[in-house]
């Protein structure tokens, strides 16, 4: 499992970049919601350290061809199915923040 990741273009926010990422790597559409937080993580390509800024997405929309169809495959999982799929600390801390938020959004409705 892996969460959508990339560089932003000098003419686009960072939600912008997420969006894009999320399009282009999972087929998704939906709206950017506020950051979880930075973590470091490994790019296997070049074993080197980056900063990752988490954005969770609301998803509106699935396409039915993603553009890394070749590379990627999309799956849509339970909470229980993302946790286990989780390789590494940083996926699983996004994950639960994002739960908490969640849970908080909940409780004061």
Known sequence: MMFPKGGWELDETMK???SREASEEAGVHGHVESNLGKWMYKSNKYNIFYEGI????????GLSCLPEMEVR?????SVAEARE????D?????LERLLARLRDQTSEA
Do not use: D, I, S, Y
């Open 73 to 77: 495959k999309r799956r849509w999982v």
């Open 85 to 88: 799929g989780c390789q590494h």
């Open 54 to 61: 988490m954005f969770p997405l609301n998803v509106t929309e």
């Open 90 to 94: 940083w996926m699983r801390e996004a």
């Open 16 to 18: 912008q970049a997420a």
